[in-house]
């Protein structure tokens, strides 16, 4: 089978209080149009694929649930897309239960602020009945036949697709605001499909009338994040960049990371650099690369001076309290959320960009901890729509300079960024059995999660944005992971990610190292599928010379990649 549009018969199910505090429950098939005195549900359903609900206001109420119920297909794997660029996502056994932060160990979830994160703090983990959740998408595999439910518009709120295994039920809940008014609408926009996981992918291309975007050779580039973390200076980065000049290495981006500011929310140079960004910027330039600069626009540290004069600029809750996005060893602790709402916040970013990029002459920006934007939205909007808001408000701050955004909802990201990070941090070693299992963080450092999240989203690149899959580390030095680490690391960037960083200071690489990131501008690729096989991921894909197909072990850490014909690849930098 090819593909089709999936047979399916869902029901709707709303709950709201309406203005005189009475519960109110409406139930209606596939079709059947409700309507009283407080709302209005339509449907409409086309050859598409696409499945339209319609919720209209009449009168204030207060929405408990709008939700869309069917019968989910069978399946042997259930693919789960997580809430943020960092959270963890993946193809799981449809028996798996997903777990959320272990309580008993809340001493360190509340001193890290980790609920923030991810969903911690607004999704029941603890449900009996749907026991696998997913944001956005959720696909089901079974054999060489894949089933895709898409929700085509999360501008207004995100989607959550809820999967219960006993019940054979699928449950998408549509986020809709704490209060609604007369004449606001909201709606499920569904994709359904089934069939040949290319063929569905390609067609969800097709009905977001965003047709793939021409596979071209990635952009590579360097970092210096994960090297140097904070401890950078304007002698380490002269040094990177005349390593690069040095060793003639093909690289496109040069992005300093964190450290060069005063402190987060404080973007002015710090005396790290003596004589400002401009000089470094020239450089960069002058060797041929892009420069690009990190910053993290919507939030503020507590050791910064904008945290300790400007409280009124951040954003609180309904008890008056500045709400906190997370904490950090490398900056002074807690940090805070931004109010864009408040134009005083607006003109101070907007100044903060125009120095950046007119007056500094970056880029490219990789904006970082935009999740915090919509960590708690106000009355009349949701996380999706606040999100989406966000959003639209950096792109027209920077207008068309390169954006790559990072801790980002992907669906907020989708039309608006260039590229997005679709994956954890790595971590210098393979992965943290503490924060995965002990404390069950999602979204936590780690060389293994971003590994595996990076090719479950490959198929979103060229759709959506293209793909940032996190960078790739060869050297020896300040590096705990193994030669199969790194090298599975690195092809799997090579493969999936339009964007290829390393935070290497590549004079120390060998000859063929350098022959390695030489490849890395070698012809584009486009994926086409991934489909597991327990502890093996089999990623097909194809180049304008022939298709390939890379079988990846999670367990062993090894790779093999072969050709059409079935042909092992004995060494693929130099074949793709």
Known sequence: MVYK????????ILRYYSHNLIEHQVNCAQGDNVS????????KNDESGKIVVTLDILRPINIIAFQLVLDAPLCEYVGLNGYQTWTESGWY?????QKGLRRILNPINNKYNLYHYGDYAFYDYNRKDYHLHSYHFVEFLNKDVETMYWSLDEHDGFSLFEYSNKLNKLCITKETPKESKTGDKYSHQLFIASGEQAKVWEALARLQQRPRLAPSSSVTGWTS??????????????????????????????????????????????????DGLQGIVSQVKSIGMKPGLWLAPFIAEEGSDLYKHHKDWLQQDDKGRCIQAGFSNGWSGNFYVLDFDKQAVVDYLTQVFTTVISDWGFEFLKLDFLYA?????????TRGSRMHRAMQLIRSMIGG???LACGVPLASASGITDFCRVSADIDLRWESFFLKHVLRYQERVSTRSAIVTSL???R??????????????LRPENNRLTSDEKLLLLIVNKIVGSLVFTSDNVEVYSASQVQLIQALQSPAINIQSLTPQDEVLILRFNTEREEYSLSLSLSDKSFELSDSSGKVMQYPFLIL
Request: hydrophobic letters at 40%.
């Open 5 to 12: 549009t999936a047979e399916v018969s869902p029901h709707c």
């Open 36 to 43: 009283n005195s407080d709302i209005a549900l339509v449907w």
């Open 93 to 97: 056994n449809p028996s798996h239960r």
């Open 225 to 274: 994040w994960y090297n140097y973390y904070t401890d950078i200076n304007a002698k380490i980065i002269e040094q990177n960049i005349n390593s690069i000049k040095n060793t003639a290495v093909d690289l496109d981006v040069f992005q300093i990371d964190d450290g060069w500011q005063k402190a987060v929310g404080d973007w002015s140079v710090n005396d790290k650099f003596p």
């Open 373 to 381: 934007a919509c960590i708690i939205p106000k009355a009349n909007e």
């Open 401 to 403: 300079t390169t954006l």
């Open 456 to 458: 479950f989203r490959s």
């Open 460 to 473: 979103l690149d060229g759709i959506f944005f293209k793909n940032d899959p996190d960078v790739f580390l």
